[in-house]
């Protein structure tokens, strides 16, 4: 990994699921770590979802192994979600490769 090409803070979302008082269970995503990553656009598209147009990206971060993160948890980027797709462990660079794709919430 060369240094200095972390430019972007990321924050890991954790997910954790609660119970209200009637018994229904919901998830929420709490704040987890805040970190540097490199940040790559992979691809980008346009989907129709329930009659409602949807800018879908997928973004490739890329962290420190030592980050705890899992297919669970989402990505906050600049005031946007992403979920994960999928992680690689990169142990020849010291870094975890996150696939991650836009939530349309």
């Known amino acids: 990994m ?3 090409i972390l430019t972007d803070v990321i924050e890991v979302l954790k997910l954790e699921q609660s119970t209200n008082d009637f018994g229904e269970q919901f998830d ?3 704040p987890c770590c805040k970190t540097r ?3 790559t656009p992979i691809s980008g598209g346009r989907a129709d979802e329930n009659h409602e147009i949807f800018y879908a990206h997928t973004y490739k971060f890329i962290v420190r192994r030592y980050i705890k993160v899992d ?3 989402r990505i906050l980027w600049k005031g946007k979600q992403y979920r994960i797709l999928n992680i690689d462990d990169d142990h020849a660079y ?4 996150i696939n991650a794709e ?3 919430v």
Do not use: S, T
Not at 94 to 97: D, R
């Open 28 to 30: 929420l995503y709490v």
């Open 37 to 39: 990553a490199q940040v």
């Open 94 to 97: 010291n870094q975890k490769i």
């Open 71 to 73: 297919d669970f948890d």
């Open 2 to 4: 060369r240094a200095g």
């Open 102 to 104: 836009l939530v349309n």
